[in-house]
């Protein structure tokens, strides 16, 4: 029997291929745009998950300590990463599509403000 790894996947490496296509050069707008949604993602999760941790019912069973508080957010914020970086929930995926779609209609847009402060010579402060 094979032993399950335990090492974290790098996050460049965890997007399956072909469907975000190639991972953007670090420190471009694309890439600032996919860790923004990836970060989004991961908070999403972690509020899911931690109200799924959340006991319905109080039971004396179950003690509640600080180091068990402490180890249960440690994991909760563990796997919402894991499952962000991994691709598979894909919220982050929507939202980057729906971005590349915005600004792609607003560069389209002759009239936005972006498009004429660009004839203008001006840039956006």
Request: hydrophobic share 30%; aromatic share 4%.
């Given at each position: ?52 941790q959340k006991p319905v019912i109080k039971s ?66």
């Open positions: 029997m094979q032993p399950v790894s335990t090492t974290r996947i790098h996050p460049a490496a965890a997007t399956p291929p072909g469907i975000d296509g190639p991972m953007p050069k670090p420190g471009t707008e694309e890439a600032k745009v996919r860790d923004m949604t990836q970060q989004f993602e991961a908070m999403f999760l972690r509020q899911i998950l931690n109200d799924a004396s069973l179950t003690p509640q300590s600080s180091s068990r508080g402490i180890y249960q957010d440690m994991m909760v914020n563990s796997l919402a990463d894991t499952i962000s970086h991994s691709g598979s929930f894909g919220l982050a995926r929507t939202l980057e599509a729906q971005f590349r779609q915005s600004e792609a209609a607003r560069a389209k847009k002759p009239d936005s403000p972006a498009a004429s402060q660009e004839s203008c010579g001006t840039t956006p402060t």
